[in-house]
Protein backbone atom coordinates (compact mmCIF):
# COMPACT_ATOMS: atom_id res chain seq x y z
CA UNK A 1 0.00 0.00 0.00
CA UNK A 2 1.49 3.76 -0.83
CA UNK A 3 2.79 5.39 2.17
CA UNK A 4 2.03 8.79 1.54
CA UNK A 5 4.30 10.44 4.80
CA UNK A 6 7.18 7.88 4.04
CA UNK A 7 7.66 9.01 0.87
CA UNK A 8 6.73 12.82 1.16
CA UNK A 9 9.50 13.14 4.63
CA UNK A 10 11.96 12.48 2.28
CA UNK A 11 12.41 15.34 -0.48
CA UNK A 12 15.39 13.98 -2.59
CA UNK A 13 13.00 10.24 -2.96
CA UNK A 14 10.70 12.46 -4.57
CA UNK A 15 12.49 14.90 -6.41
CA UNK A 16 14.22 11.72 -8.36
CA UNK A 17 11.11 10.20 -9.33
CA UNK A 18 9.50 13.28 -10.12
CA UNK A 19 12.46 14.23 -12.20
CA UNK A 20 13.21 10.63 -14.07
CA UNK A 21 9.23 11.75 -15.45
CA UNK A 22 10.59 15.44 -16.65
CA UNK A 23 13.64 13.68 -19.05
CA UNK A 24 10.90 13.04 -21.24
CA UNK A 25 10.10 16.30 -21.49
CA UNK A 26 11.46 18.94 -24.02
CA UNK A 27 14.08 20.67 -22.37
CA UNK A 28 17.03 23.63 -23.89
CA UNK A 29 18.54 23.15 -20.76
CA UNK A 30 18.63 20.27 -18.24
CA UNK A 31 19.06 22.46 -15.36
CA UNK A 32 15.38 23.78 -16.36
CA UNK A 33 14.48 20.10 -15.12
CA UNK A 34 15.68 20.13 -12.42
CA UNK A 35 14.31 23.36 -10.75
CA UNK A 36 10.65 21.94 -12.53
CA UNK A 37 11.08 18.82 -10.41
CA UNK A 38 12.46 20.72 -6.96
CA UNK A 39 9.01 22.81 -7.87
CA UNK A 40 6.74 20.44 -7.96
CA UNK A 41 8.44 18.63 -4.96
CA UNK A 42 7.42 21.67 -2.95
CA UNK A 43 3.88 22.05 -4.08
CA UNK A 44 3.43 18.21 -2.95
CA UNK A 45 5.47 18.78 0.35
CA UNK A 46 3.76 21.95 1.07
CA UNK A 47 0.91 21.93 -0.47
CA UNK A 48 0.69 25.22 -1.05
CA UNK A 49 1.46 27.52 -4.67
CA UNK A 50 3.38 29.57 -2.62
CA UNK A 51 7.14 29.67 -4.00
CA UNK A 52 8.42 30.55 -0.52
CA UNK A 53 6.91 27.78 1.27
CA UNK A 54 8.80 25.56 -1.03
CA UNK A 55 12.52 26.77 -0.16
CA UNK A 56 13.13 24.73 2.80
CA UNK A 57 12.26 20.86 0.57
CA UNK A 58 14.93 22.05 -1.88
CA UNK A 59 18.38 20.87 -2.04
CA UNK A 60 20.84 23.41 -3.55
CA UNK A 61 23.96 25.01 -3.14
CA UNK A 62 22.35 28.50 -2.54
CA UNK A 63 22.91 29.87 0.76
CA UNK A 64 20.10 32.47 1.02
CA UNK A 65 16.35 31.15 0.46
CA UNK A 66 16.16 33.80 -1.50
CA UNK A 67 18.71 32.37 -4.54
CA UNK A 68 16.28 29.52 -4.56
CA UNK A 69 13.38 31.80 -5.07
CA UNK A 70 15.03 33.76 -7.56
CA UNK A 71 15.59 30.72 -9.40
CA UNK A 72 12.15 29.76 -9.25
CA UNK A 73 10.63 33.31 -10.98
CA UNK A 74 13.83 33.05 -13.69
CA UNK A 75 11.96 29.54 -14.64
CA UNK A 76 8.45 30.89 -14.81
CA UNK A 77 9.93 34.02 -16.73
CA UNK A 78 12.14 32.08 -18.84
CA UNK A 79 11.10 32.03 -22.49
CA UNK A 80 12.80 28.77 -23.12
CA UNK A 81 10.14 26.96 -21.13
CA UNK A 82 7.34 26.09 -23.64
CA UNK A 83 4.23 24.84 -21.77
CA UNK A 84 3.21 22.29 -24.20
CA UNK A 85 6.96 21.05 -24.75
CA UNK A 86 7.19 20.52 -21.02
CA UNK A 87 3.93 19.10 -20.39
CA UNK A 88 2.73 17.56 -23.91
CA UNK A 89 5.25 14.70 -23.61
CA UNK A 90 3.83 13.77 -20.12
CA UNK A 91 0.16 13.59 -20.80
CA UNK A 92 1.04 11.46 -24.21
CA UNK A 93 2.69 9.01 -22.24
CA UNK A 94 -0.43 8.72 -19.55
CA UNK A 95 -2.19 8.61 -22.85
CA UNK A 96 -0.48 5.93 -25.09
CA UNK A 97 -2.54 2.75 -23.73
CA UNK A 98 -5.90 4.34 -23.71
CA UNK A 99 -6.98 2.56 -26.71
CA UNK A 100 -10.53 3.26 -29.30
CA UNK A 101 -12.65 4.04 -26.14
CA UNK A 102 -13.67 7.39 -26.35
CA UNK A 103 -11.94 10.46 -24.70
CA UNK A 104 -13.93 13.03 -23.22
CA UNK A 105 -12.62 16.55 -22.49
CA UNK A 106 -14.38 19.59 -20.68
CA UNK A 107 -14.01 23.20 -21.94
CA UNK A 108 -13.83 26.34 -19.25
CA UNK A 109 -12.96 29.63 -18.24
CA UNK A 110 -11.73 30.95 -14.56
CA UNK A 111 -11.53 33.97 -13.29
CA UNK A 112 -8.01 34.55 -11.47
CA UNK A 113 -7.18 37.44 -8.84
CA UNK A 114 -10.19 39.15 -11.09
CA UNK A 115 -7.54 40.52 -13.92
CA UNK A 116 -6.36 36.87 -15.69
CA UNK A 117 -8.50 34.43 -17.62
CA UNK A 118 -7.66 30.88 -17.62
CA UNK A 119 -9.05 29.10 -20.76
CA UNK A 120 -8.28 24.97 -20.24
CA UNK A 121 -9.70 22.08 -21.66
CA UNK A 122 -9.53 19.16 -19.52
CA UNK A 123 -9.84 15.25 -19.63
CA UNK A 124 -12.78 14.17 -17.74
CA UNK A 125 -11.65 10.58 -16.39
CA UNK A 126 -13.40 8.75 -13.15
CA UNK A 127 -15.22 11.75 -11.96
CA UNK A 128 -12.02 13.76 -11.96
CA UNK A 129 -10.68 16.38 -14.54
CA UNK A 130 -7.31 16.07 -15.76
CA UNK A 131 -5.51 19.07 -17.04
CA UNK A 132 -4.79 18.56 -20.67
CA UNK A 133 -4.32 22.49 -22.58
CA UNK A 134 -4.37 25.49 -21.24
CA UNK A 135 -3.46 29.37 -21.44
CA UNK A 136 -3.84 32.40 -19.11
CA UNK A 137 -4.46 35.80 -20.54
CA UNK A 138 -4.79 39.33 -19.64
CA UNK A 139 -8.61 39.40 -19.42
CA UNK A 140 -11.36 40.61 -17.17
CA UNK A 141 -14.13 38.36 -17.85
CA UNK A 142 -14.64 34.65 -18.02
CA UNK A 143 -16.38 34.99 -21.54
CA UNK A 144 -13.54 34.89 -24.04
CA UNK A 145 -13.60 34.89 -27.86
CA UNK A 146 -13.42 31.89 -30.28
CA UNK A 147 -10.07 33.64 -31.29
CA UNK A 148 -8.90 33.11 -27.97
CA UNK A 149 -10.02 29.17 -27.99
CA UNK A 150 -8.86 28.36 -31.34
CA UNK A 151 -5.01 27.78 -30.09
CA UNK A 152 -5.42 25.85 -27.42
CA UNK A 153 -7.93 23.21 -29.55
CA UNK A 154 -4.81 23.15 -32.10
CA UNK A 155 -2.44 22.55 -29.09
CA UNK A 156 -4.40 19.67 -28.19
CA UNK A 157 -5.49 18.48 -30.92
CA UNK A 158 -1.76 17.81 -31.35
CA UNK A 159 -1.45 16.32 -28.46
CA UNK A 160 -3.65 13.80 -28.58
CA UNK A 161 -2.86 12.80 -32.08
CA UNK A 162 0.80 12.11 -31.14
CA UNK A 163 -1.42 9.47 -28.43
CA UNK A 164 -2.99 7.92 -31.15
CA UNK A 165 -6.39 9.31 -30.25
CA UNK A 166 -9.04 10.61 -32.30
CA UNK A 167 -12.80 9.68 -30.67
CA UNK A 168 -13.22 12.67 -29.03
CA UNK A 169 -16.22 14.12 -27.45
CA UNK A 170 -15.94 17.99 -25.96
CA UNK A 171 -18.49 19.29 -23.60
CA UNK A 172 -19.06 22.80 -23.17
CA UNK A 173 -21.92 25.18 -21.16
CA UNK A 174 -23.62 27.65 -22.97
CA UNK A 175 -20.62 30.50 -22.54
CA UNK A 176 -18.97 28.81 -25.16
CA UNK A 177 -22.01 28.18 -27.42
CA UNK A 178 -20.16 29.42 -31.04
CA UNK A 179 -20.93 28.09 -34.26
CA UNK A 180 -17.25 29.48 -35.41
CA UNK A 181 -16.31 26.80 -32.29
CA UNK A 182 -18.84 24.13 -33.99
CA UNK A 183 -17.73 24.51 -37.79
CA UNK A 184 -13.57 23.93 -35.79
CA UNK A 185 -15.02 20.71 -33.71
CA UNK A 186 -16.47 19.36 -36.83
CA UNK A 187 -13.63 20.51 -39.41
CA UNK A 188 -11.02 18.50 -36.16
CA UNK A 189 -13.51 15.43 -36.17
CA UNK A 190 -14.72 15.91 -32.98
CA UNK A 191 -17.93 15.34 -31.18
CA UNK A 192 -19.73 18.27 -28.96
CA UNK A 193 -22.48 18.59 -26.35
CA UNK A 194 -23.00 22.47 -26.05
CA UNK A 195 -25.84 24.24 -23.83
CA UNK A 196 -26.83 26.89 -26.02
CA UNK A 197 -28.11 30.46 -25.66
CA UNK A 198 -32.32 31.28 -25.36
CA UNK A 199 -31.71 33.58 -28.15
CA UNK A 200 -30.32 31.44 -30.54
CA UNK A 201 -32.75 30.75 -33.56
CA UNK A 202 -33.65 27.11 -34.78
CA UNK A 203 -34.23 26.53 -38.02
CA UNK A 204 -35.86 23.32 -39.43
CA UNK A 205 -34.52 20.69 -42.10
CA UNK A 206 -35.45 22.79 -44.93
CA UNK A 207 -34.21 26.32 -43.36
CA UNK A 208 -37.52 27.30 -42.33
CA UNK A 209 -37.53 29.19 -38.93
CA UNK A 210 -39.07 27.07 -36.29
CA UNK A 211 -38.63 29.68 -33.09
CA UNK A 212 -36.21 31.08 -31.20
CA UNK A 213 -34.67 28.21 -28.38
CA UNK A 214 -35.90 30.11 -25.58
CA UNK A 215 -39.54 29.76 -26.71
CA UNK A 216 -40.13 25.88 -26.84
CA UNK A 217 -41.99 25.36 -24.52
CA UNK A 218 -42.08 22.31 -22.39
CA UNK A 219 -44.12 20.83 -19.48
CA UNK A 220 -41.64 19.71 -15.91
CA UNK A 221 -40.21 16.46 -16.97
CA UNK A 222 -40.82 16.66 -20.63
CA UNK A 223 -38.35 16.29 -23.43
CA UNK A 224 -37.80 17.50 -26.95
CA UNK A 225 -35.14 16.31 -29.82
CA UNK A 226 -35.08 17.77 -33.19
CA UNK A 227 -32.80 16.25 -35.65
CA UNK A 228 -31.09 17.92 -38.35
CA UNK A 229 -31.88 21.80 -37.70
CA UNK A 230 -29.98 24.70 -38.02
CA UNK A 231 -28.79 27.62 -35.47
CA UNK A 232 -28.36 31.42 -35.73
CA UNK A 233 -29.39 33.36 -38.98
CA UNK A 234 -26.42 31.98 -40.32
CA UNK A 235 -28.51 28.91 -39.97
CA UNK A 236 -25.44 26.82 -39.23
CA UNK A 237 -25.71 23.06 -39.42
CA UNK A 238 -27.16 20.48 -39.71
CA UNK A 239 -27.15 19.67 -36.10
CA UNK A 240 -29.22 18.07 -33.14
CA UNK A 241 -31.01 19.63 -30.27
CA UNK A 242 -31.96 18.58 -27.22
CA UNK A 243 -34.80 20.20 -24.93
CA UNK A 244 -35.61 19.01 -21.39
CA UNK A 245 -37.17 20.69 -18.32
CA UNK A 246 -36.48 18.53 -14.87
CA UNK A 247 -38.62 18.40 -12.36
CA UNK A 248 -38.15 21.72 -9.59
CA UNK A 249 -35.67 23.18 -12.03
CA UNK A 250 -36.63 27.34 -13.34
CA UNK A 251 -34.22 26.66 -16.62
CA UNK A 252 -34.59 24.31 -19.48
CA UNK A 253 -31.53 22.69 -20.44
CA UNK A 254 -30.68 23.15 -24.24
CA UNK A 255 -28.10 21.04 -25.45
CA UNK A 256 -26.22 20.67 -28.88
CA UNK A 257 -25.26 18.08 -30.21
CA UNK A 258 -23.10 16.60 -33.43
CA UNK A 259 -24.39 12.99 -33.00
CA UNK A 260 -28.56 12.66 -33.17
CA UNK A 261 -30.00 13.36 -29.91
CA UNK A 262 -31.84 11.57 -27.08
CA UNK A 263 -32.06 11.03 -23.40
CA UNK A 264 -28.28 10.52 -23.37
CA UNK A 265 -27.33 13.77 -24.67
CA UNK A 266 -28.21 14.64 -21.26
CA UNK A 267 -26.36 12.65 -19.40
CA UNK A 268 -23.27 13.31 -21.74
CA UNK A 269 -23.25 16.87 -20.70
CA UNK A 270 -23.55 16.56 -17.67
CA UNK A 271 -20.20 14.44 -17.42
CA UNK A 272 -18.81 18.29 -17.45
CA UNK A 273 -19.69 18.70 -13.96
CA UNK A 274 -16.55 16.73 -13.07
CA UNK A 275 -14.55 19.32 -13.71
CA UNK A 276 -15.44 20.62 -10.07
CA UNK A 277 -14.71 17.38 -8.57
CA UNK A 278 -11.02 18.17 -10.48
CA UNK A 279 -10.93 21.31 -9.17
CA UNK A 280 -11.71 20.08 -5.15
CA UNK A 281 -9.21 17.96 -5.54
CA UNK A 282 -6.71 20.71 -6.22
CA UNK A 283 -7.75 22.48 -3.18
CA UNK A 284 -8.77 19.72 -0.66
CA UNK A 285 -7.52 16.39 -1.87
CA UNK A 286 -4.09 17.59 -3.20
CA UNK A 287 -2.81 21.10 -3.32
CA UNK A 288 -3.97 23.55 -1.35
CA UNK A 289 -4.18 26.52 -3.92
CA UNK A 290 -7.88 26.63 -5.68
CA UNK A 291 -10.71 27.93 -3.60
CA UNK A 292 -13.64 26.07 -5.92
CA UNK A 293 -16.70 28.53 -6.10
CA UNK A 294 -20.07 26.64 -6.40
CA UNK A 295 -21.45 28.17 -9.90
CA UNK A 296 -22.69 25.51 -12.39
CA UNK A 297 -19.76 26.37 -14.57
CA UNK A 298 -17.29 25.52 -11.74
CA UNK A 299 -15.19 28.47 -11.42
CA UNK A 300 -11.70 28.22 -9.64
CA UNK A 301 -9.47 31.12 -8.24
CA UNK A 302 -5.34 30.35 -7.80
CA UNK A 303 -4.52 31.77 -4.32
CA UNK A 304 -1.68 31.65 -2.66
CA UNK A 305 1.21 32.28 -5.30
CA UNK A 306 0.69 36.07 -5.32
CA UNK A 307 1.61 35.99 -9.08
CA UNK A 308 0.33 38.74 -11.29
CA UNK A 309 1.92 37.87 -14.74
CA UNK A 310 -0.33 36.01 -17.70
CA UNK A 311 3.05 33.88 -18.52
CA UNK A 312 4.28 33.29 -14.60
CA UNK A 313 0.42 31.72 -13.77
CA UNK A 314 0.53 29.65 -17.07
CA UNK A 315 3.77 28.18 -16.24
CA UNK A 316 2.51 27.67 -12.71
CA UNK A 317 -0.10 25.84 -13.91
CA UNK A 318 2.23 23.05 -15.50
CA UNK A 319 3.81 22.46 -11.48
CA UNK A 320 0.24 21.71 -10.12
CA UNK A 321 -0.56 19.68 -13.54
Known amino acids: MYDRRSNYNDASKVYNTIFDHLQYSLWTDIRNAETCAWMVTGSLLTTSSNMTDWIPKVSS ?14 WLENPAIDVVGVYGPQIVRALKSWGEERLVIALDTSMLFEKFCLIQLSILYRNRAVPLAWRVIEHESSQVSFGEIAPLLGVAQGILEAANISHVLLLADRGFADTNLMRCLTKMKWHYRIRIKSNFKMYGPEKEL ?20 YLTEEQYGPVCVAFAKPENVKDCWQVVSSEVSSMSTFEEYGWRFQIEEGFKDTKSGGLNVLELRRHLSGQLRLEGSHLRSAIKLERIVIIHA
Do not use: D, H, M, P
Open 61 to 74: KALFSQSTERRFNR
Open 210 to 229: ISKIGAVVLEENEAKFYQGV
